[in-house]
């Protein structure tokens, strides 16, 4: 029926260190007291949206977030060689135990990769922290996560705004936000490194586009002038979460006034993806 109160879900992308400013995002929304009825999140976003399923206030992750430090997530300190993601799993577990993401209090899914196959892994089920860890997992800076029989990584390899989830799980709107609009930015070098790093921009761009596609509304913070491997900069980063926000509510709050929809926004081929 039309009038019916609508299911929301909400996505958090990836974007490495430039996920603090995803914690804004959050203190804005809690401030208008709004509530999602599922949560999904890659990398990044996995991390926050976990601790958002968890019904953690947006000080309570800050705080977390503040003692963060580089060495306590990657690990190895040799170049070159990848460290383990043991020092994520640690950060989950012991912010919210060692649980698994059922016992989450709002229904949650973790966005990987699965390399033995290739494809895109929605996990819903299972030992969070490990799950988080795999969505979370750079190849070459992280050493792939063995999930029962897959080897996971970084879950932005295939959907690092992972809008189209929540709709597989019921959702009639979905608010997704992208905490790295500025991905892609070109290069007047011919060096080898250069080129590579630019071709990886691109491609990384095409793929964030389905989650504007399948988003509602879409909360982009400014965030270009911050490095994704470094975490300085982490109250402007909240800041600037916090006011593309605030700059977005109006549509924000629409969503939460409207009805059920005619019809559904058409999303990926679930084919495509593996549901744990």
């Given at each position: 029926?039309?009038g019916?109160?609508?299911?929301?879900?909400?996505?958090?992308?990836?974007?490495g260190?430039?996920?603090?400013s995803?914690i804004?995002?959050?203190?804005?929304?809690?401030?208008?007291g709004?509530?999602?009825?599922?949560?999904?999140?890659?990398?990044?976003?996995?991390?926050?949206?976990?601790?958002?399923?968890?019904?953690?206030?947006w000080?309570e992750?800050?705080?977390?977030?503040?003692?963060?430090?580089?060495?306590?997530?990657?690990?190895?300190?040799?170049?070159?060689?990848?460290?383990k993601?043991?020092?994520?799993?640690?950060?989950m577990?012991?912010?919210?135990?060692d649980?698994?993401?059922?016992?989450?209090k709002?229904?949650?899914?973790?966005?990987?990769?699965?390399?033995?196959?290739?494809?895109?892994?929605?996990?819903?089920h299972?030992n969070?922290?490990k799950?988080?860890?795999?969505?979370?997992c750079?190849?070459?800076?992280?050493v792939?996560?063995?999930?029962d029989?897959?080897?996971?990584?970084d879950?932005?390899?295939?959907?690092?705004?992972?809008?189209?989830?929540?709709r597989?799980?019921?959702?009639?709107y979905?608010?997704?936000?992208?905490?790295?609009?500025?991905?892609?930015?070109?290069?007047?070098s011919?060096?080898?490194?250069?080129?590579?790093?630019?071709?990886?921009?691109?491609l990384m761009?095409?793929?964030?586009?389905?989650?504007?596609v399948?988003?509602?509304?879409?909360?982009?913070?400014?965030?270009?002038r911050?490095?994704?491997?470094?975490?300085?900069?982490i109250?402007?980063?909240?800041?600037?979460?916090?006011?593309?926000?605030?700059d977005?509510?109006?549509?924000?709050?629409?969503?939460?006034?409207?009805g059920?929809?005619?019809?559904?926004?058409k999303?990926?081929?679930?084919?495509?993806i593996?549901f744990?």
């Amino acid at each position: 029926m039309f009038g019916r109160k609508p299911k929301i879900g909400i996505v958090f992308g990836g974007g490495g260190a430039r996920g603090f400013s995803h914690i804004g995002v959050v203190k804005a929304l809690q401030e208008f007291g709004l509530k999602f009825d599922y949560i999904a999140g890659t990398s990044a976003g996995s991390i926050i949206g976990a601790l958002v399923a968890a019904d953690k206030s947006w000080k309570e992750i800050y705080d977390e977030a503040k003692k963060l430090k580089t060495k306590d997530i990657k690990t190895s300190k040799i170049p070159l060689v990848p460290s383990k993601t043991d020092g994520i799993q640690l950060l989950m577990k012991s912010i919210l135990g060692d649980i698994n993401i059922e016992e989450l209090k709002i229904p949650f899914s973790a966005v990987a990769v699965n390399i033995k196959t290739t494809k895109e892994v929605c996990l819903s089920h299972g030992n969070l922290a490990k799950a988080v860890a795999g969505s979370c997992c750079v190849p070459g800076v992280f050493v792939p996560v063995e999930f029962d029989d897959m080897l996971l990584c970084d879950g932005g390899l295939q959907n690092t705004i992972p809008a189209d989830i929540p709709r597989y799980f019921g959702c009639d709107y979905v608010i997704a936000v992208d905490c790295h609009k500025e991905r892609t930015y070109g290069t007047d070098s011919q060096k080898l490194f250069d080129v590579l790093s630019c071709a990886i921009r691109i491609l990384m761009k095409s793929n964030a586009v389905k989650g504007y596609v399948n988003a509602d509304v879409v909360i982009a913070p400014e965030t270009k002038r911050f490095k994704a491997t470094r975490a300085e900069g982490i109250d402007e980063m909240v800041e600037e979460g916090y006011r593309a926000t605030i700059d977005a509510m109006p549509q924000i709050m629409k969503l939460f006034k409207k009805g059920k929809p005619f019809r559904q926004k058409k999303y990926s081929d679930p084919s495509e993806i593996d549901f744990v």
